[in-house]
């Protein structure tokens, strides 16, 4: 009997066409797909599957039912099937191959496929080429999929063009934000196509968004046009194939059409590139700044700066490896783990440093904005990359994902928050900067010899002027309860500032909560301080018992230094705040000529983290000394501390003969569960001695990981800044000097961490 079909202008059901339905008799009905086989059991729908052929209309479906079959079960299928994603509408068809293969392919989208042709071949695109792009060949790939070109005004625009910062871009970026219309950016050239993302105003980043973190990311780029006077990016040798760049363009006619058909995901956020060299396929997320210009609040970081900080109660939830922190590392990864990428990341990769064994867990991320500019700052050597170290790989990447976040968020960009004047204005507001900074007067003497013998971390600024007018950024004092001010040129890394000021790193921390990242600030700053005070007066420190932590990394790391011929100690430097530091050092034995002896250093309240801390810190450093080259690319402090040194000539650095072994709880130690307890612990002790704590938050609302600078003035830097102050009281206060140092008494060697 012949089936009685659709009826004219009834909709007409069937299975999807990207579908091939299979009946096994009593077993079951399968549909085979691109991306692999559904199986559906029963045979009521062994049955009913032959009439979902797509001829005809839910009426005639029910019309030719076979015995046994009711309108209300196979009501109850079909919408079982509907809901799984297995049938669907089917619209008008002419029949032909390419139409059924188009239909299919929106079928397999999950859209309705009449309505998804109608979508592509009605609506206007238009097409913008940028410097040789041809544009013909970008026309002919939309056509090729049935889209409609128009000269302008179209409902979205397709911009080819070869480099993602060709400057005009930020014009086609500013016209479409106006008009409100969506553009996509393909780049067709280039042993590296790219496609994508698409730019929707109003809802998701703009071009100024991507173009910051491409800048970024070209760095030595960058200091080759600055120093040649040019601006923009620099131009590119032509490179490419003509399939290449026709697949680029195809793809992008694909995407066009998705966009048009309806289809919206995150993957349209995406840069989709491919790599033609080594066949990588790699998504790249694009995401918006709410402090850009184009399209955000560009004075959102400048307000925060000037609102209090706040701590809050926050528990510790993770007090293993690097110490006690509010989310476990894994957590941490995976929630910033999109600022990793070579295309639109803030961290071009986390790799392990092979120099030297897996257990060292020494990894980078990329260069460090701390060691100045220049071609020094672009070279690739440890002190000139931003790391991580750990127990674990894992604490050890997520450290160096936090570290390279921490100095992003520390460079000066324009929108951080600024208040003109001379210290002298700004009295009763302004910190001055010699409490900061602890120059002593007979370095500014010295400043210019000095600066050429010794890297530039041990820079020597010229005299503060008081009278100089320079912008001063506010930051919190938790102490005081107000703000006060130092000048920005200190606090950011790259503001333009007079050269009696240099920014740097010190106290500079990320963490996965403010007052996660305001303890570790915190105990850098007294970490350092301490350290500064043993090194810089030589004074004999006690040595720590390993054996006492009770600890197996403890006794596996020091196997693993002893397989290479080192041996390793710990020593106590602690000094009057309360807060357990040590310092870990590890030398060569044998009798050769060379002992590169390496430091590592750790403060925290728990002194078996203090412990960990300061080994990781001298495990990271080791592949200083590990690798094959040598001393090549180290800095000068570096390079000759190396070449040099030896325990005979400083022995300081083992621990006191006059003193036993301290064990691992020698001062004692009293568990928080509270973060900001522990913030609130130090602080006391720290205005006990009439120091105030300040804390600038530095986080960046487009990166989001929490970092902050904690600034303690009269706490001194580990780096050779030899002022009157607590450098020269405190060895006398403990008991370890009999009287202050004098200046020229101090210790020469600048410390080279």
């Known amino acids: 009997m012949t089936p009685e079909l659709a009826e004219p202008h009834e909709q007409r059901i069937g299975f999807r066409r990207h579908l091939r339905p299979q009946i096994v008799q009593g077993e079951a009905v399968y549909l085979i797909g691109e991306t692999g086989v559904t199986a559906i059991q029963g045979s009521h729908v062994e049955s009913l599957a032959p009439l979902l052929d797509g001829t005809r209309d839910l009426a005639a479906v029910l019309r030719d039912l076979p015995a046994g079959l009711t309108a209300d079960t196979v009501g109850r299928m079909l919408t079982r099937l509907a809901a799984a994603g297995l049938i669907g509408p089917r619209g008008e068809e002419d029949g032909s191959a390419t139409t059924e293969a188009t239909l299919a392919y929106w079928d397999a989208a999950g859209l309705d496929s009449s309505d998804a042709v109608a979508a592509t071949t009605t609506s206007l695109v238009s097409v913008v080429a940028i410097g040789d792009i041809a544009h013909d060949s970008l026309v002919e790939a939309l056509h090729r999929n049935e889209i409609m070109v128009t000269p302008r005004g179209g409902d979205l625009t397709v911009v080819a063009c070869a480099d993602y910062l060709a400057p005009e871009l930020r014009d086609i970026d500013e016209a479409h934000r106006a008009a409100g219309k969506p553009w996509l950016l393909v780049k067709p050239v280039g042993a590296e196509v790219s496609v994508g993302p698409f730019f929707t105003p109003g809802d998701g980043p703009c071009w100024r968004c991507l173009a910051v973190r491409l800048s970024a990311n070209r760095k030595a780029e960058a200091h080759v046009r600055r120093r040649c006077g040019q601006q923009g990016p620099a131009p590119r040798p032509a490179i490419g194939l003509p399939s290449l760049s026709a697949m680029a363009l195809e793809i992008a006619s694909v995407e066009t059409a998705k966009w048009l058909a309806g289809i919206r995901q995150d993957a349209q956020r995406t840069i989709w590139s491919y790599d033609s060299l080594t066949m990588r396929v790699a998504q790249h997320d694009v995401r918006v700044r709410p402090q850009c210009s184009g399209c955000g609040d560009p004075g959102v970081v400048a307000r925060r700066a000037f609102e209090p900080v706040e701590l809050t109660s926050r528990a510790k939830h993770s007090s293993d490896g690097g110490g006690h922190r509010s989310s476990p590392p894994q957590e941490v990864l995976d929630t910033y783990r999109h600022l990793v990428g070579p295309v639109t990341g803030i961290v071009k990769e986390i790799r392990r440093d092979d120099n030297g064994p897996a257990f060292f867990n020494s990894f980078r991320s990329g260069s460090n904005v701390a060691a100045g500019e220049g071609i020094e700052g672009l070279r690739s050597a440890l002190r000139a990359d931003t790391g991580g170290k750990g127990v674990t790989a894992l604490d050890a990447r997520v450290g160096a994902l936090c570290e390279a976040v921490e100095r992003r968020s520390g460079v000066y960009v324009g929108d951080e928050a600024r208040v003109s004047g001379s210290y002298r204005s700004l009295t009763g507001r302004a910190i001055h900067p010699d409490t900061v900074q602890h120059y002593h007067p007979h370095q500014f003497a010295g400043r210019e010899r000095w600066n050429a013998a010794h890297s530039d971390f041990q820079h020597v600024t010229t005299p503060f002027d008081e009278d100089e007018v320079?912008?001063?950024?506010?930051?919190?004092?938790?102490?005081?309860?107000?703000?006060k001010l130092l000048p920005t040129g200190l606090l950011y890394f790259g503001a333009p500032c007079s050269p009696s000021v240099r920014a740097n790193s010190n106290g500079c921390a990320a963490g996965s909560s403010l007052e996660d990242a305001v303890l570790q600030g915190l105990l850098e700053l007294v970490e350092r301080d301490a350290v500064a005070i043993w090194w810089y007066n030589r004074t004999a420190a006690p040595g720590m018992d390993l054996d006492s932590f009770h600890d197996p990394w403890i006794t596996r790391n020091r196997e693993v230094h002893a397989s290479l011929g080192r041996e390793v100690w710990l020593l106590d430097v602690t000094a009057d705040l309360g807060v357990p530091v040590m310092v870990a050092l590890s030398r060569r034995t044998g009798g050769g000529p060379r002992e590169d002896i390496v430091l590592g250093c750790g403060a925290h309240l728990d002194p078996r983290i203090a412990a960990r801390r300061a080994l990781t810190e001298l495990n990271q450093c080791m592949p200083m000394?590990?690798?094959?080259?040598g001393t090549r690319g180290l800095d000068v402090d570096v390079r000759r501390w190396f070449e040099t040194a030896t325990i005979a000539d400083h022995p300081w650095l083992v621990p006191d003969s006059a003193e036993p072994a301290r064990?691992?709880?020698?001062?004692?130690?009293?568990?928080?569960?509270?973060?900001?307890?522990?913030?609130?612990?130090?602080?006391?002790?720290l205005e006990d001695r009439g120091m105030e704590l300040l804390v600038l938050d530095q986080t960046r609302p487009d990166l989001g990981l929490p970092v902050v600078r904690v600034v303690v003035p009269g706490l001194r830097h580990f780096w050779s800044r030899f002022a009157q102050g607590r450098l020269y009281d405190v060895p006398v206060q403990l008991g370890r000097l009999t009287r202050p140092h004098r200046y020229d008494e101090l210790n020469p060697i600048p410390l080279f961490m």
């Open 625 to 629: 000394v590990c690798g094959s080259t």
């Open 470 to 483: 320079m912008d001063w950024t506010p930051l919190w004092s938790l102490t005081g309860q107000r703000h």
């Open 663 to 685: 064990v691992a709880l020698h001062h004692g130690y009293t568990h928080r569960e509270d973060l900001a307890d522990d913030v609130h612990a130090i602080r006391a002790t």
